[in-house]
């Protein structure tokens, strides 16, 4: 049994409408998943390069959301209250999606299918940078109860449960004819759970005062300029950079060993279920603890799962694809998760007041611009390389490696 803290109960439930808003962020995140992953490769057609440079497209909204938080901050929110701007955000990224019942799904239609998958992911980072910030003054609020990453903790195991649905929602959604529907009317829900939400006027401290933009932008200068944030924003972002083989995976699985799409869903609602539980085995046992540790055996797996990926790919490992898909899941989304906890504990500590969102989400989008950066290189190494070859393969993973052990020692030379 995990010890439970006598305030934990009390504390839930006034925050129950925060848990809310991140599971509707975490099911909306999540529905649209497999439905792309079969749309765009056997409906557009796209190969595994191609897979990688369309997710980086369409992901890129959430490296810039220092950009989209600098707006919502210091303007939008001189008129509108941030749960309403979430509530706007996810019925317009709603919308987006019953766009694409409007044209033809085939190559054809490529730049629309872009088009709009990327204004959908817009409009969800939108409500994702002002739910975040809310999180986050809430935190500096009241961190005589929140504080070590508690609050953090249960929002994203909040969130790891709304992708939990998601995934099994997302995998029926794959069955029927019409899914994006579906996914824009779900989105309902995020509308709700906007106007639901508690949100505080942005202030700087207790003051509800507003600067002007020239003010406002020397402020955030001057608060960016410190070295200490500034090597905590290199060191997320040499974390984040390194190749992926997401979309040679994803290909793999999905046209040479024809894998379900239901099998795809579980693996990533067991995904999500390891998530919540490195989320409370976080909260429980290591939020004391040393985070570089953290940080660190947790990249020390990823890298072997990666290696393991490559093994899988070659021949070298003859196991089950789908047996497999569901085991690097499980494995995968624990330490992965547990790696990202101290980051994220740690970039709340980082951000000062009155600058909740365009802080935080600078230091969660440099992890997202890293992830579309080693996306790209990822497309425009499979593209070079080629996927058909053993030796091809070796290459690609060759060059994976050597940038991971890249960021490991950006890592240990910023804080070991």
Not at 23 to 35: D, M
Not at 145 to 157: E, K, N, Y
Not at 357 to 375: A, P, R
Request: charged share 10%.
């Amino acid at each position: 049994m995990l010890p439970v803290d006598q305030r934990v109960v009390p504390y839930l439930r006034g925050n129950g409408d925060m848990l809310f808003c991140y599971f509707s962020l975490g099911l909306l995140l999540q529905i649209p998943v497999t439905v792309m992953r079969y749309f765009l490769v056997e409906k557009v057609g796209l190969g595994p390069a191609e897979l990688a440079e369309a997710a980086a497209l369409i992901t890129f909204p959430w490296a810039v959301k220092p950009l989209t938080a600098f707006l919502s901050e210091n303007i939008v929110s001189r008129c509108i209250r941030r749960n309403i701007q979430i509530a706007a955000a996810y019925g317009l990224a709603g919308l987006c999606w019953f766009a694409f019942l409007l044209f033809d799904h085939d190559r054809g239609s490529l730049f629309l299918v872009l088009l709009y998958a990327f204004l959908a992911s817009f409009f969800t980072s939108y409500a994702d940078v002002c739910l975040d910030a809310c999180m986050v003054r809430r935190i500096h609020l009241d961190s005589s109860v929140h504080g070590g990453g508690r609050l953090q903790s249960f929002v994203l195991a909040s969130r790891a449960l709304g992708s939990l649905v998601g995934s099994f929602v997302s995998g029926g959604l794959a069955l029927f004819v019409q899914p994006f529907l579906l996914i824009a009317i779900l989105h309902c829900t995020g509308v709700v759970a906007g106007c639901y939400l508690r949100s505080l006027p942005v202030g700087r401290g207790n003051s509800e005062t507003h600067k002007s933009t020239c003010a406002v932008c020397s402020d955030t200068c001057s608060a960016l300029l410190w070295t200490e944030r500034l090597i905590f924003v290199a060191v997320l972002f040499a974390i984040a950079t390194p190749v992926s083989d997401f979309a040679i995976m994803q290909y793999f699985f999905q046209t040479k060993k024809k894998v379900a799409p239901m099998t795809f869903s579980l693996s990533d609602a067991l995904a999500s279920v390891m998530t919540i539980a490195a989320s409370l085995f976080f909260n429980a046992f290591l939020r004391d603890k040393a985070w570089q540790s953290i940080v660190m055996l947790s990249q020390c797996i990823l890298f072997a799962l990666l290696a393991t990926n490559m093994l899988l790919l070659v021949g070298l490992l003859d196991i089950d694809a789908g047996l497999y898909l569901v085991g690097r899941s499980v494995i995968g989304g624990f330490f992965g998760h547990i790696g990202f906890m101290p980051l994220v504990v740690r970039a709340a500590d980082l951000v000062p007041d009155g600058l909740e969102g365009t802080f935080y989400s600078l230091y969660m989008s440099t992890v997202n611009l890293g992830s579309v950066v080693g996306e790209e290189l990822s497309g425009l190494l499979t593209k070079t390389l080629g996927t058909t070859s053993h030796t091809a393969l070796l290459c690609f993973y060759l060059i994976a490696i050597v940038h991971n052990i890249f960021s490991f020692l950006t890592f240990h030379l910023a804080y070991g």
